[in-house]
């Protein structure tokens, strides 16, 4: 079993930047796969970045280039840097942990981008 507790959300005015972190506890960390997904009130959950456990990284066009995610294994926490942050990135933003079938969720971080 993986627990996962993102911290790092707030507020925050447009063109600013936020460190999200999900710190995971449970189990052998550095296998699994983890992503970040947020979802906005209305609208549906989307995967936004993803880091293998080899370090390879993926992103959704909405934030490629602004955001970067990264790991750190000792730590058994991985991050989400968000640069240039626009009111449309309001969201909850969720860590997820994958490994096969299994899958597990934090329980959110509450972003708020505005003036």
């Known amino acids: 079993q993986v627990q996962l507790v993102e911290s790092g959300g707030g507020l925050v005015q447009p063109g600013g930047s936020l460190r999200l972190s999900c710190a995971a506890s449970?189990?052998?960390?550095?296998?699994?796969?983890m992503h970040w997904y947020r979802q906005a009130p209305g609208k549906q959950r989307e995967l936004i970045a993803a880091?293998?456990?080899?370090?390879?990284?993926t992103y959704a066009d909405s934030v490629k280039g602004r955001f970067t995610i990264s790991r750190d294994n000792a730590k058994n926490t991985v991050y989400l840097q968000m640069n240039s942050l626009k009111p449309e990135d309001t969201a909850v933003y969720y860590c997820?942990?994958?490994?096969?079938?299994?899958?597990?969720w934090g329980q959110g971080t509450q972003v708020t981008v505005s003036s």
């Open positions: 997820n942990a994958a490994l096969g079938l299994k899958v597990h």
């Open positions: 880091i293998t456990s080899g370090d390879t990284t």
């Open positions: 449970g189990s052998i960390f550095s296998i699994y796969a």
